[in-house]
């Protein structure tokens, strides 16, 4: 089991591990005696929700999959990130490096240099967007710990004249590589994204 922090307060995940052929599936759920009703509904439904599951999602994913590896003994030099729907795993491997003594920056360099994102839906609506206040709702307390400036990380996930926190750009802008799959995904998503 794995605890995330979410809007000040704890959730537990436990960890599931299933085979599929020769690979090794791992799962997170929820739906433990130990979390409220609210919490444990996180992970009844993929994609299901408004935008305030969808948020908690992508945190339980992001930061409560970097440490449901760490307990299992992994550590993995680089990580993919799959549209941006793990992109939270930034914010907990930045963390980690800051309370071993890294600088921020230090640690975003470090974290960056592993990361790898692939867009597969290079359409606007396809790119999971927050709301600030759902930011800085969720992730208020944590960024308060790591001494983070909430307008500074909201800036990491901003494109164009929009407010909105876009996982899309956060994940682009922490990783070194960037791809799609396929050349005609590299294309559109570069027209998308040229202002990054």
């Not at 791992?26 to 009844?44: F, K, Q, V, W």
């Not at 945190?59 to 970097?66: E, R, S």
């Not at 359409?123 to 999971?128: C, K, R, S």
């Amino acid at each position: 089991k794995v605890e995330v922090p979410m809007a000040g307060k704890t959730v537990t995940a436990a960890v599931w591990s299933i085979r599929v052929g020769r690979t090794r599936l791992y799962l997170l759920d929820t739906c433990l005696p130990e979390n409220t009703n609210e919490a444990r509904e996180i992970t009844g439904q993929l994609y299901g929700g408004d935008k305030d599951m969808r948020i908690r999602q992508e945190i339980l994913l992001g930061i409560g999959g970097v440490r449901a590896l760490r307990v299992m003994g992994r550590d993995p030099l680089v990580r993919h990130i799959n549209e941006g729907h793990s992109g939270f795993l930034i914010l907990e491997l930045i963390r980690a490096r800051m309370a071993d003594g890294l600088s921020f920056e230090e640690a975003r360099e470090v974290v960056t240099a592993g990361n790898v994102f692939t867009t597969h839906t290079p359409v606007p609506a396809g790119n999971e967007e927050f709301h600030p206040d759902l930011v800085r709702r969720y992730l208020g307390p944590m960024l308060e710990e790591m001494d983070l400036p909430v307008e500074t990380f909201l800036s990491f996930g901003r494109h164009g004249n929009g407010d909105s926190f876009s996982m899309t750009v956060f994940a682009m802008q922490f990783s070194r590589h960037r791809n799609g799959v396929s050349s005609l995904h590299g294309k559109v998503s570069r027209q998308i994204w040229n202002d990054i």
